[in-house]
């Protein structure tokens, strides 16, 4: 059975930093790309940032470019998201979600629970 | 950018019900096209992939079609577990976006 489970998540004041991760089990997690999408309260699903199984791709959503990081451990089976200069607007529920294929631009056939940001002073 | 809009954004049905949910695409997609399942308080769940495959442990009721820019899932009898909201999601475009549409709740009438 696959599993995700991410971690992270806190209260953070405007201006700060958070660093979350996704550990995995019950896939190759090297033969896949991974992702990070979003839910604000009361609102809808928002991707965020997917890295290719290798690392050596990664892409972003416009708003949250040169802001966050994504990056991943193939040898403990983890992706993570550094996400600096946070915003009011990046609270969230963050779920991390695996890729379909190795490359980017797929569907997301796992999903973790999920890790709740909140930016707030 | 590839906007994903869903119709309607909520409906009230019964149990048993035959229930058929929209969502469009501004551009062409072929059938680049995923349905998720949220129940309040729990992660997405993949339903339906390439427009119309169910994913793995699927129920038969759950069925997907379209292609281009307008496409449906269909829920043919409506079981309690049902009721949730429902996101469409393209992967067509590069570099890779994933688009969502704003979601389509389920409730119960």
């Known amino acids: 059975e696959m599993q995700l489970l991410e971690s992270g998540g806190a209260l953070v004041q405007p201006g700060g930093s958070l660093r979350l991760s996704c550990e995995t089990s019950g896939f190759i997690f090297n033969n896949y790309a991974m992702s990070w999408v979003r839910q604000a309260p009361g609102l809808g699903l928002q991707w965020v940032s997917v890295?290719?199984?290798?690392?050596?791709?990664?892409y972003y959503r416009d708003s949250v470019k040169g802001r966050f990081t994504i990056s991943r451990d193939n040898s403990k089976n983890t992706v993570f998201l550094q996400m600096d200069s946070l915003r009011a607007d990046d609270t969230a529920v963050y779920y991390c979600?695996?890729?379909?294929?190795?490359?980017?631009?797929?569907?997301?056939?796992?999903w973790g629970q999920g890790t709740l940001v909140t930016v707030s002073s | 950018e590839i906007v994903m809009t869903q119709s309607p954004a909520t409906l009230s049905v019964s149990p048993g019900e035959r229930v058929t949910l929209s969502c469009r695409a501004s551009?062409?997609?072929?059938?680049?096209l995923a349905w998720y399942q949220q129940k309040s308080g729990q992660a997405p769940r993949l339903l339906i992939y390439?427009?119309?495959t169910r994913a793995t442990g699927v129920p038969v009721r759950f069925s997907g079609r379209g292609s281009g820019t307008d496409f449906t899932l269909t829920i043919s009898s409506l079981q309690s577990e049902d009721f949730a909201v429902y996101y469409c999601q393209q992967y067509n475009g590069w570099p890779p976006q994933y688009t969502f549409g704003q979601g389509t709740k389920l409730e119960i009438k």
């Open positions: 890295i290719s199984n290798t690392g050596n791709s990664k």
């Open positions: 551009l062409s997609i072929s059938t680049n």
């Open positions: 390439g427009a119309s």
């Open positions: 979600a695996k890729d379909h294929e190795a490359v980017a631009g797929t569907f997301l056939d796992s």
